[in-house]
């Protein structure tokens, strides 16, 4: 099997001395979709922080092809730039939508700009408000600006974190298709950060659990809710769990 | 009769205008170059200074904010004597020689005082003004490949507004200021006269129209600029 794009070996994080993430060992391959579920606080956006170098561990590796970043030592801007996020909550720059979408293709100086904008933006079918200000959208066309400036990367890896909570199921529904385009299209590797389990379900290959900060399990789509290991996958699998 | 000084004031500063006087022009050319070079200076100094205290987090923080705040209100006449003591010849400045020493009672000297006074008010609004940006938007600009410099450029832009108000709050503190400026510069006139000190010559002579006439001219002057500085933000000051 080829070697896993990231590798994370007794990773964790503290905010002052309380502990919110650890992870004892966790691999995400090349192309796939792994989806971290998780109730909320359980560290699944710490979790995106670290994987796309925003902030560092407080102990353990961080393999990323092959090369180790741990808790010393900065990671070099051309790998950071292999990686992006959209985030939970997408914040524009107070810019019309293209100018948001080539923000980053621009600090990378990359060739045809233009088309590359215009490609992201009709794939979530947004071009016709290319000119529009950034801060006149509703929150599913934000979330789709967001989607579609991280895509425009063309990164290797893209880190989706709740990317369609609070959206009206239209919305979710073409976030999810342009999730399944990518991966199969680009063979973009992706870790998907959701609550839904049903979400979870649809677009993953591979499941993880976080619960209070703990990896508690990370499983195949089908093993993680037919038979999973753990009593209290099971238990979030079903729905039983209260949070 | 201090309105009929204000209204012959009013009727001078149009001929004076008008005739193209050439001891005005002199004095209004200097009052900008002695003011535009100190706001080239403080906005190189305050942008970026207030831009590392608005976004770091560092020791020593609360105190640089707090002498900051200091010399934002700090009185112009003092720092008008520091520089004075600073730069007179038995001064720790005064006693170096060199040419790119500001030397007492030259328009370098009346640059450097400004630079002084303004700097704080530049680098104070700036530093509020990236404040005022929502710290989130700083992670996700990184997220998307910026590299820390890349990063403050963006919020920089993002707080525009509030950069333009400082520099115009740093524009306003010195086009206007006199005590400073008289003490440095000396008000020599083809040398180091500007409008301020003018003024404060023409009134103790007695000169009352000619005083509010370079009054009149300094009030409109100051609103052209800072009209123009509005005018070049465009539209986003609508938003
Ligand atoms: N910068 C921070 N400083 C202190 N605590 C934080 C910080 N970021 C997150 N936390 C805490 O870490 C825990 C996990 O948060 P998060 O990763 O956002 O969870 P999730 O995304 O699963 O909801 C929460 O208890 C949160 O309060
Ligand atoms: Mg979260």
């Not at chain 1, 006149?136 to 895509?151: C, D, I």
């Not at chain 2, 410099?149 to 010195?174: H, N, P």
Request: glycine share 10%.
């Amino acid at each position: 099997m080829s070697q896993p794009v990231y590798r994370l070996d007794n990773v964790i994080k503290r905010y002052d001395l309380r502990e919110v993430l650890h992870v004892d060992a966790l691999e995400v391959h090349a192309g796939e979709i792994l989806a971290l579920v998780g109730p909320s606080g359980s560290g699944k956006s710490t979790c995106l922080r670290l994987l796309n170098f925003l902030e560092a561990p407080t102990s353990g590796t961080i393999r990323f092809d092959g090369r180790n970043y741990g808790s010393n030592g900065s990671v070099p801007l051309d790998v950071r730039r292999r990686v992006t996020t959209v985030f939970q909550r997408p914040l524009l720059l107070n810019r019309s939508v293209q100018a948001n979408v080539a923000y980053g293709l621009r600090l990378r100086r990359a060739p045809d700009t233009r088309a590359r904008v215009e490609d992201a933006l009709s794939r979530v079918g947004l071009l016709g408000l290319a000119r529009q200000k950034g801060s006149t959208l509703s929150g599913g066309e934000a979330q789709r600006v967001a989607l579609a400036r991280a895509m425009a990367l063309e990164t290797d890896v893209l880190l989706l974190d709740e990317p369609t909570a609070n959206l009206d199921p239209y919305n979710v529904g073409v976030i999810e298709e342009i999730i399944r385009e990518l991966n199969v299209e680009r063979a973009t590797t992706m870790v998907l950060v959701t609550h839904n389990v049903f979400q979870a379900r649809r677009l993953a290959h591979r499941v993880g659990l976080l619960l209070d900060g703990e990896l508690v399990e990370v499983a195949d789509v089908e093993r993680f809710f037919a038979a999973p290991t753990d009593p209290r996958t099971l238990a979030f699998a079903r729905g039983e769990m209260v949070y | 009769m201090a309105i009929s000084a204000l209204l012959d004031g009013l009727r001078q500063a149009l001929s004076l205008i008008l005739e193209r006087d050439p001891a005005l022009l002199e004095i209004v050319r200097l009052t900008f170059e002695v003011s535009g070079v100190a706001l080239f200076f403080s906005s190189l100094i305050g942008i970026p200074l207030g831009a590392f205290l608005g976004m770091r987090r560092f020791r020593g923080r609360r105190l640089v904010i707090s002498a900051l705040y200091t010399g934002m209100g700090f009185p112009p006449v003092v720092i008008g004597l520091l520089v004075y003591m600073l730069l007179s010849r038995t001064g720790p400045l005064g006693q170096i020689d060199g040419d790119h020493i500001p030397r007492l009672f030259t328009p370098a000297a009346m640059m450097l005082a400004q630079t002084i006074i303004s700097f704080p008010l530049v680098a104070g609004f700036t530093m509020a003004a990236v404040m005022g940006v929502e710290p989130h938007l700083r992670q996700q600009i990184q997220a998307l490949g910026a590299t820390p410099m890349q990063t403050a450029w963006a919020v920089l832009v993002e707080a525009r507004i509030g950069v333009i108000v400082s520099i115009i709050a740093g524009f306003g503190s010195i086009i206007s200021e006199v005590g400073a400026v008289m003490l440095v510069g000396g008000n020599i006139v083809g040398r180091t006269r500007v409008l301020t000190t003018a003024i404060v010559l023409e009134t103790r002579k007695g000169n009352f129209d000619l005083a509010s006439a370079l009054g009149i001219i300094l009030l409109g002057l100051s609103f052209m600029v800072n009209a123009t500085m509005m005018l070049m933000q465009g539209k986003s000051f609508d938003q």
